[in-house]
């Protein structure tokens, strides 16, 4: 009796909603992230553990040991949904409230918001929104080589190609770095490209929405899109697209050494906008990681 009544009073309490995304037609997102308005501490909710999983990906939780994925709301829940909703100026209310849950069904980059700088332990940089990865990789050398590689075909090199190089073009314009294609049978400094689920990173995309591209920090170079999304390559990109340009400049801002930026003006913003230009955010991180110090 008890457990029943229990659950007919939080069924009534909370309204649980199932968000696709903000897109339109996007009925068949598989990775719709289910999350419910209202739900706070002390209650346990069946998919639950998936907004924690969410957290987690992002860098919200300061140790792996802080996360128990039940489905139960806890107060490490709480104090990880208090840093996210702190570090995308929302509420901070520790709930989930329509705000949050809008944002977290937002398409994103995949790389996290927050890195466990021991140095900087779990405080967010509030002198400037930019930001850079734990310890400040850079490279070393200015003039750098890229390549074309993808294990999915989703567009051609031919069509790939000029996008990538306006892109660059982006960064070079602000910077002294130059980037130049590299001969097929040569290495190259960066290898950007199209994969699907697995793909020999320890970083699996997870389909259709959500998660759209990451990259990885200096000297890495690898610059990975999530062949599983609608991606865009004329300027015309409809709502349900993924303009290839703009996520490829934010990426691109990754491999160079750049995390994500709070304003949402910048191209480091983590959710995706279409956007062709830097804002004056990123270019303030850029010239401060290579010139500032
Ligand atoms: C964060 O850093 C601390 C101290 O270096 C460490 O104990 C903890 O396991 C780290 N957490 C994660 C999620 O890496
Ligand atoms: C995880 O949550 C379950 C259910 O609330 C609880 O029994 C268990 O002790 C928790 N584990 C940790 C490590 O906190
Ligand atoms: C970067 O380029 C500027 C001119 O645009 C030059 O003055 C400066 O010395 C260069 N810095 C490095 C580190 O190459
Ligand atoms: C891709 O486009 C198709 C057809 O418009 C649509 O059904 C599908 O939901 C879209 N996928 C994503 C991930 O937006
Ligand atoms: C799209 O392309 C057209 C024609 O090339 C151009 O006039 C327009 O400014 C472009 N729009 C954006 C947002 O880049
Ligand atoms: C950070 O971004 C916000 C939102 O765009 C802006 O109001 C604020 O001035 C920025 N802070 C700095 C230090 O640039
Ligand atoms: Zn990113
Ligand atoms: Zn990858």
Known sequence: MAPNLSHHIISQALLLLIIQSLFVNSESHSRSLQLFEGAQKGYTFKGLNHVKQYLKAFGYYYSINDVNFTDHFDSLLESALKA??????????????????KKMSTPRCGVRDVFNDSNDGFKFRMVANYTFFNGMPRWNKRQLTYKLRSSAYVISDRQLRPIIARAFGKWADVSNFTFREAWVFNPSDIVVGFHRRFHWDNYPFDGPGNI?????????????????????????????????????????????????????????????RLKRNLGQDDIDGIRALYFGR
């Open 212 to 272: 759209l591209a990451h990259a990885f920090a200096p000297e890495d170079g690898r610059l990975h899109y999530d062949a599983d999304e609608n991606w865009s390559t004329n300027n015309l990109t409809r709502l349900d697209q993924i303009d290839v340009e703009s996520v490829s400049i934010h990426e691109i801002g990754h491999i160079l050494g750049l995390g994500h930026s709070r304003d949402p003006n910048a191209i480091m913003y983590p959710y995706y």
């Open 84 to 101: 996210y909703q702190q570090y995308y100026r929302l509420e901070v209310t520790g709930k989930i409230n329509s705000d949050t849950m």
